[in-house]
């Protein structure tokens, strides 16, 4: 939040007509411009990710002089810090200059600007001494030897703010503000208090983790829904998953980046938006993913592989799949079959083949579900194609047939298996009640799909399901049928 008496105060002076110099990557950009060049280098050719690195022995601008050259910026959606750039354009608006200081290649520097005409020069620092602000204050210094205004937020921006004469803070930590503060210099502030727990719980998905429950299912339908140590093995299945899944978000969000900065509503996460920087994404998922296999090790081999069949699988998914209509949502049925696959085998139960099969079937048509909202959502936005996907506007029809016809055969899946299976078992007390399922079931995926239709879905059906009190009714018809199949009446 900004200042406004620090701000006033540097109003009130001379200094608040004197140049303005701004860092790009400190105080312009809420994402790193070396990050994000990385990032497209593994996302385009990952067979060049070796030259990257020998770059990397060579400088920072040598990175970026390297990638610029090969291909051209695609920056135009990076996030930018908007209340800063604002307080930017209205102060160039003034007759105020306005300089970009950047020890990044000037290429990179140029495309920024290209945004930002109001911004009337660069300068680029040798990376080689700016990483104490050294060299930014020596050219600063020559180029303006009667003063200027310097914007940063890190610890080597301290060295160019001795020879400012005004400062002003964009998202600094405390311990760079009260060293600025202390200098006696006008100060404006508009550094903004960073939820970083709250940034990094919805970089995790939690509400996702929801879909991860179906690992239960087998531990209930099996028999065993006495047994505590099957339960157990359960819950610990469940967290290695949960883990697991949130380190495949991050990286899908990595990796579907420049796509979801188009999304009117993925751009809001947090990597798209900037408030989770790369290197932390990508730090956080390894945490995640050690954490998720480190657990399940626990629970024996076999839970441990199908554990990383689930990565390859959704990682396939992520690279190479998600781009292929009708293959991208069998997929996605699959990875929960697979997740029914590991409540089996931490659970130690036998199941009947019909119950994979409906499963695939059921999670079929809420995948298509998502699917067909988002296709709708194509024609509402004046959009033709949906980027990183192989879908288009016209593919509305197809989706809602698909989609249909699944959430059908999984009705008729669920009453072969009740009369192959289930009521042949001795785990019911009262079977009978079992019928209850199906049609509850056809009225669960009906509400889906009408919502869907009319365009009221949100993008995940299970999300939607988790806050639509009909769908939460409905399920919890199911889960009371099947209570009293279990124990009986009376």
Same mark, same amino acid.
């Given at each position: 939040?900004?200042? $406004? ?53 060579? +400088?920072?601008?040598? $990175? ?7 291909? @051209? ?71 303006? @030897?009667? +003063?200027? $205004? ?9 060295? &160019?703010?001795?020879?400012?004469? +005004? ?132 629970? #024996? ?10 990565? &390859? ?19 996605? *049925? ?8 590991? %409540? ?49 506007? *016209? ?50 995926? %009906? ?27 409905? %399920? ?11 124990? #009986?009446?009376?």
């Amino acid at each position: 939040m900004q200042n $406004v008496t620090d701000e006033l105060d540097l109003q009130a002076t001379d200094e608040s007509q004197m140049p303005l110099a701004i860092d790009l990557d400190h105080a312009v950009l809420k994402t790193r411009a070396l990050d994000e060049m990385c990032l497209e280098v593994v996302r385009s050719k990952p067979a060049l990710l070796w030259k990257l690195l020998a770059k990397f022995f060579e +400088g920072r601008a040598a $990175v970026t002089g390297w990638f610029s050259s090969r291909r @051209p910026l695609n920056a135009k959606d990076w996030p930018v810090k908007e209340a800063f750039v604002a307080y930017v354009k209205s102060q160039a608006a003034t007759g105020r200059e306005i300089v970009l200081v950047t020890s990044a290649h000037r290429s990179v520097a140029e495309v920024i600007v290209s945004r930002f005409p109001f911004i009337s020069e660069i300068i680029v620092c040798d990376e080689t001494s700016s990483q104490d602000g050294q060299e930014k204050a020596r050219l600063l210094r020559s180029r303006f @030897p009667d +003063g200027f $205004v310097f914007a940063g937020s890190k610890q080597e921006d301290l060295a &160019v703010w001795r020879e400012s004469v +005004g400062g002003i803070l964009v998202d600094a930590n405390e311990k760079v503000a009260k060293r600025l503060r202390g200098s006696g210099k006008p100060v404006t502030d508009f550094s903004r208090p960073q939820n970083t727990i709250a940034t990094l719980l919805l970089s995790l998905r939690p509400h996702q983790w929801a879909k991860n429950a179906i690992i239960f299912v087998p531990l209930i339908l099996g028999g065993k829904a006495g047994d505590l140590t099957a339960w157990w093995q359960a819950l610990i299945g469940f967290f290695a998953l949960s883990l697991t899944a949130s380190a495949t978000y991050i990286v899908n969000d990595l990796w579907d980046l420049p796509n979801d900065r188009k999304h009117w509503s993925k751009r809001l996460r947090s990597i798209a938006s900037g408030n989770l920087s790369i290197r932390g994404a990508v730090l956080l998922a390894v945490f995640l993913l050690a954490s998720g296999f480190g657990l399940v090790s626990t629970s #024996g081999f076999e839970p441990f592989v199908v554990l990383l069949a689930y990565l &390859v699988l959704t990682l396939s998914y992520t690279f190479v799949w998600k781009r292929l209509p009708i293959v991208d949502v069998v997929v996605l *049925a699959s990875l929960f079959t697979v997740r029914l696959l590991l %409540g089996i085998v931490l659970t130690d139960v036998l199941l009947s083949p019909w119950l994979l099969v409906f499963s695939m079937f059921v999670f079929l048509s809420l995948s298509v579900a998502k699917r067909h909202t988002e296709v709708l959502r194509l024609a509402q936005h004046g959009i033709e194609r949906l980027p990183g996907r192989g879908y288009m506007a *016209a593919d509305a029809p197809l989706t809602l047939s698909i989609g249909l016809a699944s959430a059908h055969g999984a009705v008729l899946i669920m009453i072969v298996y009740l009369i192959e299976d289930a009521f042949s078992r001795d785990s019911y007390a009262s079977p009978i009640y079992l019928w209850a399922i199906p049609l509850f079931l056809f009225l669960f995926l %009906g509400r889906i799909w009408l919502v869907s239709h009319r365009g009221e879905l949100h993008d995940d059906p299970v999300a939607f399901a988790l806050s639509d009190r009909a769908s939460l009714l409905l %399920g919890f018809c199911m889960g009371v049928s099947l209570l009293i199949a279990l124990i #009986g009446l009376g």
